[in-house]
């Protein structure tokens, strides 16, 4: 059930190997504690017309949403979000541009598959 969703400035998709990046972060994430492979849903999105802080020549950025659902405890959501983290700055170490990941929890009442 794991989402992970890559959100990404549009001009990143010629700097970064963006299904490498995607398949390493889903490996990553099967590595885990209560992560079975099989159902884990990874994806990239492109971004356009998007701004970052204050410079007007970098306004590039990755944004990780990690969807789980709720009951993992608060140290390995932690663990899951800097070993995916660490992925991100391994692929723009040499890219100026905004990296972050965050997990969310979903409900187990609510999400239907």
């Known amino acids: ?7 990404h400035s549009e001009e990143l998709s010629s ?3 963006l299904p490498a990046l995607a398949k390493d972060l889903h490996v990553s994430l099967a590595g ?3 992560v079975v492979r099989k159902d884990i849903k990874t994806r ?3 971004v356009q017309n998007s701004y ?3 410079a007007e020549d970098t306004n590039l950025f990755i944004h ?3 969807k789980l659902l709720e009951g993992r405890d608060q140290s390995l959501r ?7 983290h660490s ?5 723009t170490s040499d890219i100026i541009c905004s990296i972050s990941v965050d997990t969310v929890e979903m409900n187990k009442v609510t999400y239907i598959k």
Do not use: F, N, R
């Open 32 to 34: 885990q504690d209560t």
């Open 64 to 66: 990780v949403v990690l």
């Open 44 to 46: 990239t999105i492109a």
């Open 1 to 7: 059930m794991p989402h992970i969703i890559i959100e």
């Open 87 to 91: 992925i991100l700055k391994d692929y």
């Open 52 to 54: 970052v802080g204050e």
């Open 15 to 17: 700097q970064i190997e």
């Open 78 to 84: 932690c663990k899951m979000a800097s070993d995916l």
